[in-house]
């Protein structure tokens, strides 16, 4: 599915995301569309592993699944499968996210956030 960005908003809010561990509503949505495009059905490689869904979550660390391009085991430390990443359902990934920005590098695991998503993000409010 690909999401309108106010209706994805309302989505990471009611799921907590907004402010959770200091990071706005508007990174997150910056970081989505920079990532996937606000297309949770995304998917990508990128040496050698894969990463997944609306936030782009690597299965190397994140998530447990098989794909040709992908020849290392998975840590799986969300504990899901990556093809729920890449599903309508976004409440596991948000999860994952929650987990991601804890236990690992907090928002600098997110690729697009420094080049991105840090000044000027009027255009990524509801």
Not at 11 to 21: I, P, R, S, T
Not at 32 to 38: K, L, N, P, T
Not at 43 to 70: E, M, P, T, V
Not at 77 to 95: G, N, P, T, V
Request: aromatic share 12%; proline share 2%.
């Amino acid at each position: 599915k690909v999401f309108e960005k106010c209706e994805l908003s309302q989505m990471l809010k009611a799921n907590g995301l907004d402010g959770f561990q200091g990071i706005t509503l508007e990174e997150w949505i910056c970081i989505a569309f920079h990532e996937s495009g606000f297309d949770s059905r995304a998917l990508n490689y990128y040496n050698g592993s894969s990463s997944h869904g609306l936030f782009q979550i690597n299965r190397q660390y994140w998530c447990d699944g098989q794909d040709a391009k992908s020849t290392e085991p998975s840590v799986n430390a969300c504990q899901i499968s990556c093809d729920k990443l890449r599903d309508d359902d976004i409440e596991d990934d948000i999860k994952c996210v929650k987990k991601i920005l804890k236990e690992s590098q907090g928002i600098t695991a997110w690729e697009a956030w420094q080049p991105f998503c840090i000044a000027d993000l009027d255009q990524w409010k509801c």
